[in-house]
């Protein structure tokens, strides 16, 4: 049972760390005079708040929670997902940070989707409303799934009472919608910085102080032994193929980490190489912190509370029982803080889609920098209204898309960023089949997934439908491109190309039982193959004027 | 240091508990080497341009 004065010292603390991140949004206001300053802060941002930034915004209450509940679970072998995380890291800033910084400034890019549609060149937009349109469907429902997260932690911690989640997810998102939409990207970028090193903070100090009131690492290590010898190998148990297919897919989170437009619109923000140097270490070392850190307060937490109902959980445990009341506020926040900076990222990138991509993109509405800013503020409130109207009304169905947006977004965007750095590699046929490919064989794969291990999920019901799905949404978007008078032979060859592999990979999962691999892998790998596939097949039409 | 932690330490490397070399490679083998590689690398690279900020 939480103490009176306990609850009382989280609430202040609570308050006044939302108060602070109001006062960063305000600061960041006052800087912010237009359109390029509020999608990319001018690209100003030093070593410190683009490395942190790109790290904390891609983690969400995952981190806190998730990766917690994983070692809770699984003991040791629970940390499989760190090494997956962390060579995603290296990939991010060390290929990817420095040319892409470059790239986008060479071409005066401001967004993923516009480095995308400006490399390959795209007179009717086709790219750009592909890409808009998976990033704003992707990033609403993680905005949505954000808000439910922040409403749910809200409403524990502030002990808001019986209606606590509706005004929880209420509280958050004025919070976090005020502040992205006074300072946009620089405000998001410093707020991350904020959130990002308590976070570290957090999860680094709670378990090291746990691990030595248990009695130092021999007495953690005897305990976890005591309950379950497994907890102490790197397998957990686990053997044969479903040892391999777990270690594929935990290693294979981190492929996902160059296609988040959230993470990487940092390094194109970044003020230039010496920043982009500085943040490699900073994001590095933060990851290694953060991840271990958790992994750490997994094990403590199942040492110290073995009889947890959830094991994600954990973290906020420990703080609560450990803790000075004070000092479990700031945990506390920490663990809202890992929520709060991916969701104020994504709300900025789904705002940006609309107003940049589509507005002063598509549809050819180029606006001056003072109207830009207006635009994009009145984005954000519309999208930050959305989203609370969805955590609100939806949150069950919230919980079930989600599972597809990091892996979507990842093997959309992550082959296509890569092979973004190298020019010639691809063209827009194969740009175009890579983003549809990725949408679809994840999409396919996951419900697979589904099929086998929750027979009374949504999943079997539409999974014997999917290949006829497949080839009518294949041919509505043929049909779109040819009334719209978009399409080149090219642009058909990419999306019959999407439609057969999709449908290869349903067949893949279906028969063959690959059920035990990580949807992201196969998506990541089929996307990048039909991309240079469709780009060889058209090698004729590469040249054509852009 | 508080002494539970250099006992642990102790503990840990020397491997004189249960924990197979699979999870002492995955618990802080990498992460440590890791850590290094990359303080390591931005040294050398700061050396190499010359930079002194």
Not at chain 1, 14 to 33: K, S
Request: net charge positive; charged share 10%; aromatic share 10%.
């Amino acid at each position: 049972m939480i103490g009176h004065t306990t609850v009382l010292s989280v609430d202040v603390v609570m308050v006044l760390y939302l108060c602070v991140l109001l006062m960063i949004g305000w600061l960041a206001g006052r800087r912010t005079h237009g359109g390029d300053d509020f999608h990319l802060a001018g690209r100003t941002l030093g070593g410190w708040s683009a490395g942190i930034s790109s790290t904390a915004s891609s983690e969400s209450g995952w981190v806190t929670m998730g990766a917690v509940g994983m070692t809770y679970a699984y003991g040791v072998s629970g940390l499989w997902f760190a090494p997956g995380c962390l060579l995603g890291y290296l990939v991010n800033v060390y290929v990817v940070a420095p040319r892409l910084r470059r790239l986008s400034f060479d071409q005066g890019s401001v967004t993923l989707t516009d480095v995308i549609t400006r490399r390959w060149g795209d007179p009717k937009h086709v790219l750009r409303i592909t890409a808009t349109t998976i990033i704003l469907l992707c990033m609403m429902i993680y905005v949505a799934s954000q808000m439910t997260a922040a409403g749910k932690a809200f409403a524990t911690t502030l002990n808001l009472g019986t209606s606590g989640y509706s005004w929880g997810v209420i509280i958050g998102a004025i919070v976090i919608t005020l502040v992205t939409l006074m300072g946009g990207f620089r405000a998001v970028a410093w707020t991350d910085l904020f959130q990002g090193l308590l976070v570290a903070a957090g999860v680094l100090v709670l378990p090291l102080y746990a691990v030595a009131r248990i009695g130092g690492f021999g007495a953690l290590f005897q305990n976890l032994a005591a309950i379950d010898p497994d907890f102490l190998t790197a397998g957990g148990g686990r053997v044969g193929p479903a040892l391999w297919g777990f270690i594929v897919g935990e290693l294979g989170i981190g492929l996902g980490y160059p296609g988040m437009p959230h993470v990487v619109t940092r390094y194109m923000a970044a003020r230039n190489n010496h920043e982009v140097r500085k943040l490699r270490v900073i994001a590095m070392m933060w990851g290694i912190a953060v991840f271990y850190g958790a992994g750490l307060a997994g094990l403590a937490g199942r040492v110290m509370l073995p009889n947890l109902v959830d094991g994600e959980t954990a973290l906020i445990a420990l703080a609560l029982k450990l803790a000075h009341p004070v000092v479990a506020g700031l945990l506390l926040a920490a663990v809202i803080s890992a929520v709060l900076s991916t969701v104020s990222s994504q709300l900025l990138v789904a705002a940006s889609a609309v107003s940049y991509d589509i507005v002063e993109g598509a549809m050819n509405k180029k606006q001056d920098d003072r109207r830009s800013l207006v635009l994009g503020r009145w984005t954000v409130a519309v999208i930050g209204l959305l989203g609370v109207l969805i955590a609100l009304r939806g949150e069950s169905m919230v919980f079930w898309f989600v599972l597809f947006a990091w892996s979507g977004l990842g093997a959309s965007f992550a082959p296509l960023t890569l092979m973004a750095l190298r020019p010639r590699l691809i063209n827009r046929y194969g740009a175009l089949a890579c983003m549809l490919t990725g949408t679809g064989v994840t999409i396919m794969w996951k419900l697979g997934i589904k099929n086998v291990t929750d027979p009374t999920s949504i999943g079997p019901l539409l999974f014997g439908r999917l290949w006829w799905i497949t080839l009518l949404v294949a041919a509505a978007i043929l049909l779109l491109g040819r009334l719209g008078q978009a399409f080149e032979p090219g642009h058909s060859t990419a999306v019959l190309t999407a439609a057969l592999v999709t449908l290869g990979s349903w067949v893949l999962v279906q028969r063959w039982g690959l059920h035990n691999f990580y949807e992201l892998v196969p998506a990541f790998v089929f996307a990048s193959a039909a991309a240079l596939a469709v780009s060889w097949v058209t090698e004729s039409e590469r040249n054509q004027p852009g | 240091m508080p002494r539970p932690f250099v006992c642990g330490l102790r503990y840990t490397i020397a491997m004189e508990h249960r924990i197979t070399l699979g999870a002492h490679l995955l618990l802080w083998v990498f992460p440590l080497i890791l850590a290094v590689v990359v303080i390591a690398t931005a040294a050398i690279e700061k050396l190499r341009t010359g930079d002194s900020r």
